[in-house]
């Protein structure tokens, strides 16, 4: 059964760092590509990153670009998505997900808070 | 990277059909066939319940159906049950591995 597990959320201040990790089982993780959306409290979906299986593409959505890197060590099966310079609208529930046919695995989701 | 358009909620009776749309550009929607739709349970992982704009991942219900037409996706849920009733998003690849979701639609079942 595949399964995702993010970590690493957590209450930071405005400016602030934090690292985000997923760790993933259940499937050869090394031949997929994986995604990070996140979702603000009362807000929708929004894609923040993609990391390809080998971990050599990557790509930012604009609101995270140049402060956010993704990163990932196929050999412990995991993901990871450093972020930097948080601002208060960074806030949000973040979820790392298995893109294969769609993002066809999600995990449950771990919470960032930004504090001004 | 702006997000697909779509309604902020429609609502049907059980039983009946209902459609959500999914409003993009010709650079997501329009223009590649990796349109996908998740439903999202409160307190749960979102689910994939269609990809690639008309396939259905083994496990979901064939009540749920997807289509596309230019530049808008659909997503049909036929005999409407109250278990529906919850968030729907479409997601589109935008070229250059960049994804963009749709603003979500909210399922009332009457």
């Known amino acids: 059964e595949v399964q995702l597990v993010e970590s690493g959320g957590g209450l930071v201040q405005s400016g602030g760092s934090l690292r985000l990790s997923c760790t993933a089982s259940?499937?050869?993780?090394?031949?997929?590509?994986m995604v990070w959306v996140r979702q603000a409290p009362g807000k929708g979906l929004e894609w923040v990153s993609f990391?390809?299986?080998?971990?050599?593409?990557?790509n930012f959505a604009d609101s995270v670009k140049g402060r956010f890197t993704i990163s990932r060590d196929n050999s412990k099966n995991t993901m990871s998505l450093q972020m930097n310079s948080l601002r208060v609208e960074d806030t949000a529930v973040y979820y790392c997900?298995?893109?294969?046919?769609?993002?066809?695995?999600w995990g449950l989701g771990t919470l960032v808070t930004v504090s001004s | 990277q702006s997000a697909l358009t779509q309604p902020a909620s429609v609502s049907g009776s059980p039983g009946q059909s209902l459609t959500i749309s999914c409003t993009g550009t010709s650079s997501d929607v329009g223009g590649y066939n990796y349109v996908s739709w998740y439903q999202l349970h409160p307190g749960k992982a979102p689910k994939l319940m269609i990809y690639d704009v008309n396939q259905r991942p083994s496990g979901v219900s064939d009540r749920f159906s997807g289509s596309k037409s230019g530049n808008t996706a659909s997503l049909t849920i036929s005999g409407l049950q109250a278990e529906d009733e919850v968030d729907y998003y479409c997601c589109s690849y935008a070229g250059s591995n960049t994804f963009v979701f749709g603003s979500g639609t909210k399922v009332t079942v009457l």
């Open positions: 990391i390809s299986a080998g971990g050599g593409t990557s």
């Open positions: 259940g499937f050869t993780f090394s031949n997929y590509g």
């Open positions: 997900a298995k893109n294969y046919n769609g993002l066809s695995s």
